[in-house]
């Protein structure tokens, strides 16, 4: 529920409802746009103020969790939110594609609260095992307890040479390639002036990037992915 308040009492302006079962927090991001929400139905839901599409498309569910979740917070940029609960994990999603970034089994017991650093490097969990834990979640993709998840799902990581970004390497990229790959998608994207030459039109650079593209199954992976 939103408040507007008073001196002596506060208005109700709306009531946000569809959750199946009890609501254990809220948060609101701080632009005032969107209010994410958890609960025990195991869900955390963002709702678009701004936008207003709860009201004819409902709220963004995001369904990873495996128990109830008991908190939620918004980072300060607004482009993630950090939730956790029952099932002893932390989720980091990206809060515009309501996706999950990261998951991280945080604690031997259930997580009761959450917090993230102005900068977004640092995550903070208390749990009911009596312990509060720190977390560098900049560089997430190296944490040994990320990585040994991934790994556990039958995923292989390496390292770019290049950029040093952790990148996920594929069976058909190994069958592709005959070796294994030390370059991440981006640095292995064929090098090309994108600024349009003498002569040519934005249609044909369009043109040219679709052959590049159709000629290339990693690069139609980040296409999609796009």
């Not at 609101?28 to 963002?46: E, F, L, P, Q, Y």
């Not at 678009?48 to 963004?60: C, E, F, I, K, W």
């Not at 749990?127 to 190296?142: G, L, P």
């Not at 996920?168 to 190994?174: A, S, T």
């Amino acid at each position: 529920k939103q408040w507007y308040q008073r001196r002596v009492r506060g208005s109700l302006l709306l009531m946000l409802s569809g959750h199946t079962s009890a609501v254990s927090s809220v948060d609101m991001s701080t632009d005032g746009h969107k209010v994410c929400s958890a609960s025990w139905d195991k869900t955390v839901r963002v709702w678009d103020l701004h936008a207003g599409t709860y009201r004819t498309q409902g709220p963004r569910i995001m369904y990873e969790h495996e128990g109830c979740v008991s908190c939620c917070k918004f980072a300060s940029d607004n482009e993630k939110i950090v939730s956790a609960g029952y099932d002893k994990t932390v989720i980091i999603w990206d809060a515009m594609a309501t996706k999950k970034r990261h998951q991280i089994r945080a604690h031997g017991s259930w997580i009761n609260g959450v917090a993230m650093s102005r900068d977004s490097k640092w995550l903070v969990t208390c749990s009911k095992d009596r312990t509060i834990r720190m977390w560098n979640v900049r560089d997430a993709d190296k944490m040994p307890v990320v990585l040994h998840n991934k790994l556990s799902m039958g995923y292989k990581y390496t390292e770019c040479t290049d950029c040093s970004r952790t990148f996920k390497v594929e069976q058909r990229d190994l069958i592709e390639t005959g070796e294994e790959l030390t370059q991440c998608v981006y640095c292995r994207m064929p090098a090309r002036d994108y600024y349009l030459n003498a002569g040519e039109s934005a249609a044909d650079l369009k043109a040219a990037n679709a052959d590049m593209i159709q000629q290339s199954p990693v690069l139609q992976d980040v296409a999609q992915e796009a």
